[in-house]
């Protein structure tokens, strides 16, 4: 099995990433290490941008070296995205948020698209949610601090009138995720700040390849994420699926009417 899922994790981890470098960081997870053990991004991150501080502490640092190993380049930059515009986005409203919590969930929240993350039938966004929550744990979060990582990775795109009632750290991933995915409120977020955020974390066709990353997770998955955000393409993705017919569960019950 460790074999298998090596051979896995290797499609997904970053080309440029060192061949030791790799071996020790499917080492810390196969013996259940803690996520420090793996090594550091190879370039720095830094240390704010926008005004907005990047987390340094040893839980930050683990997820930023799990989501740089794991993630194809244009995805990591995403995820980092998330957090700054995220961050950028409470702080316009003036509310108080956990940043490791914080920058953990935005870290991890798409691992679940990449294959050596997913699960048989489980939403791209619980995938994330669990390995995200597992390296909080494995990291010295408390579990209340571990679950709303959990809560912030796996709302990320939920409906905003759901998420607008969470905590701050559970919004921010969510509108950090949708200001990168849609655009960000020129009302919250000055053109500036926008501009120092893509300096730091280019794009990289982002448009396109993130749609391809959507595409192959429907492909392997149709059924995934039925009812989440990504139901209706995966159904574009994938026609010939499957797919469920509410009508038809109404119309079965056991009742007279």
Known sequence: MLRAYIERWSVAVNARAGRRDVLLGLLALAVGRPQSALAQPRVPLPSSVAGIAIPRSAVAQAAAALSRRACPEVLF????????????????????????????????????????????????????ANAAERLALENGLSPDTAKMVWNAAAMHDMR?????????????????????????????????????????????????????????????????????????????AVPDAPFPDPTAGIRSAPFDE
């Open 77 to 128: 930059n995403h995820c980092m995205r998330t957090f700054l515009f995220g961050a950028l986005h409470e702080r316009h409203h003036g509310r108080a948020f956990n940043a490791d919590a914080a920058f953990v969930a935005a870290a991890l929240h798409d691992l679940g698209l990449l294959k050596a993350f997913e699960t048989a039938g489980t939403p791209f966004e619980v995938d994330s």
């Open 160 to 236: 905003w009138a759901v998420v607008e009632k969470q905590n701050p750290t559970v919004e921010l991933v969510a509108a950090g995720a949708a200001a990168d995915v849609v655009g960000p409120d020129e009302g919250m977020i000055s053109s500036a700040a926008t501009t120092e955020v893509l300096e730091a974390f280019p794009r990289l066709g982002f448009k396109v390849r993130f749609a391809q990353l959507l595409t192959e997770h429907c492909k392997r998955k149709p059924l995934s994420q039925l009812g989440t955000w990504l139901d209706g393409y995966c159904r574009a």
